[in-house]
T-cell receptor, first 110, second 112 residues
Framework: AQSVTQLGSHVSVSEGALVLLRCNYS??????LFWYVQYPNQGLQLLLK??????LVKGINGFEAEFKKSETSFHLTKPSAHMSDAAEYFC????????FGKGNQVVVIP | NAGVTQTPKFQVLKTGQSMTLQCAQD?????MYWYRQDPGMGLRLIYY???????DKGEVPNGYNVSRLNKREFSLRLESAAPSQTSVYFC???????????FGSGTRLTVV
């Protein structure tokens, strides 16, 4: 079954700095890959979705992710962090159901 | 508004009590899911239902039962709540071929 790995449970980034969250999938090329964001005490919101139509996927709030088959990766980036980006971020892959990584808690330092 | 509706939003139970978490979707999705979210663990699948009339265990099914009442509704039951079941529970539904998932807003359950 497909799975995804997210390293580094807590990520601190300075306001204005690059946000980079890493996600690697386990095996064969998946048809879809997702990044979700969860703001404090809220539900899950879809940030972006890879569908094989394009390897660079743009999402909401200035985030984007690049699918790299050679690296089995789907890392999430944002060029300049904002205080409002403080949240938990999950990578996920369909595998009979949606399998989630353990998440990255992003803290933005003023 | 179309989406996944979960009730209740908050619940406090005493150890040994039972309760049912309700979930309903109005998007005509075939598949529905129950996840629990715990700090540092991500979201883990409890049970899922690929279609009306079928249910299957996920990663952490112990202590839970589910019912797929019809295409719209998928309930999660705790027969005898334990403190280890303190968690945030999310219901979700999906389109065919796993292309889109919609999540409910969650139920925050505390077992004391």
């Amino acid at each position: 079954a497909q799975s995804v790995t997210q390293l580094g449970s807590h990520v601190s980034v300075s306001e204005g700095a690059l946000v980079l969250l890493r996600c690697n999938y386990s095996s064969s090329v998946p048809p879809y890959l997702f990044w979700y964001v969860q703001y404090p005490n809220q539900g899950l919101q879809l940030l972006l979705k890879y569908t094989s139509a394009a390897t660079l996927v743009k999402g909401i709030n200035g985030f984007e992710a690049e699918f790299k088959k050679s690296e089995t990766s789907f890392h999430l980036t944002k060029p300049s962090a904002h205080m409002s980006d403080a949240a938990e971020y999950f990578c996920a892959v369909p595998s009979n159901r949606l399998a989630f990584g353990k998440g990255n808690q992003v803290v933005v330092i003023p | 508004n179309a989406g996944v509706t979960q009730t209740p939003k908050f619940q406090v139970l005493k150890t040994g009590q039972s309760m049912t978490l309700q979930c309903a979707q109005d998007m005509n999705h075939n598949s529905m899911y129950w996840y629990r979210q715990d700090p540092g663990m991500g979201l883990r699948l409890i049970y899922y239902s690929a279609s009306e009339g079928t249910t299957d265990k996920g990663e952490v099914p112990n202590g839970y039962n589910v019912s797929r009442l019809n295409k719209r509704e998928f309930s999660l039951r705790l027969e005898s709540a334990a403190p280890s079941q303190t968690s945030v529970y999310f219901c979700a539904s999906s389109k065919p071929r796993d292309s889109d998932y919609t999540f409910g807003s969650g139920t925050r359950l505390t077992v004391v």
